[in-house]
């Protein structure tokens, strides 16, 4: 791979990196967007089943043969200089994004309630014309119970070290599924702003609790999501989209500490124009993969034709 190649992964990194910090913007699309997801997640694939081959055949006595052919499988040419980007695209959006919340709560969750509206549109178009009823259904009553949840008053103010691990859990999944924000899903159970500030904190103690979640999260659920995407795709797309609508309950921005909804104050101009701000941007991304794939495929129907044939 050339070296202009490998530095693009480093930028490309960095954009997942701040993506995962903002809420409503999915590192998944980014990954997505930037032609760099399937070998993510084939990567993220094999790493998992390195780590389940050597906890399973080295004290058996079967070796090491299995764990180095999934290691090889990698695309670590890809794999380490995106994480060279993600790392600090991620502290640096953290150390900004922190005194926005504290500073200007209502501000900033009307930019990030844009966000995640536009964002709803990737998993809504995955599943495809024409919806069926179940799907319809599925939608509906996942949003309903999002709804519902995120509505519910923070129990703690001291995050619970077994929900951050279990949160954690679920949040990396989001990194399998373009659309879905990991940062956002944090948001709804109130560990966004403790997660930033640990960042920032350099706390080490949540940190290593949360980084815990992370590697069951990709151990566990993010295969059972490859398995649902493939097997349930289209129903699976719609539970999703339903949970993102829902949830967007959380980001309304005027509310008060016990999560009930209040009419918009004085404010308005200024958080609707972030609002605003937060759907065009995530629309131009979701613009730009669509282009990016159109372009892909019509690569693909040229080199195609032009191909000789071959008895």
Known sequence: MALGERIGHVFRGAAIGV???????????????????ERVIASAGHLVNAVRFAAS?????????????????????????????????????AKVLEPLLHDHPEQT?????????????????????????????ALV??????????????????????IVLLAAAVAVCALVLPGVSG???????????????????????YLAVFAAGMVIGLALFVKL???LLEKHRRMTLAVMAGIILGSLRALWPWQSEDRSMHAPGDNVVSILGLFLLGVVLVSAMI?????????????????????????
Not at 144 to 162: E, H, I, K
Not at 287 to 311: G, H, I, M, Q, S
């Open 19 to 37: 993506a995962e910090a903002v809420p409503g913007v999915s590192g998944g699309t980014i990954a997505l967007v930037t032609g760099v997801y």
């Open 225 to 227: 999501l490859q398995w």
């Open 183 to 205: 940062s956002f899903l944090l948001l709804t159970v109130g560990l966004y702003e403790p997660t930033i500030n640990a960042v920032n904190d350099r706390d080490f103690g």
């Open 109 to 137: 969750r009307g930019l990030f309630l844009g966000l995640v509206l536009a964002s709803v549109l990737v998993p809504i178009s995955m599943v495809g014309k024409p919806w069926r009823g179940a799907e319809v259904g």
């Open 287 to 311: 613009v730009a993969e669509r282009r990016r794939l159109r372009r892909a495929a019509r690569d693909l129907t040229e080199e195609t034709y032009e191909a000789p044939n071959v008895r």
């Open 57 to 93: 055949d080295v004290p058996r006595g079967r070796g090491w043969t299995r764990t180095a052919h999934q290691f090889r499988q990698v695309h670590w040419e890809v794999v380490i200089p995106l994480l060279l980007g993600m790392v600090p695209g991620l502290l640096i959006a």
């Open 141 to 162: 009553v996942s949003a309903v119970a999002a709804f519902v949840l995120t509505g519910l008053p923070q129990a703690t103010v001291t995050p619970n070290p077994l």
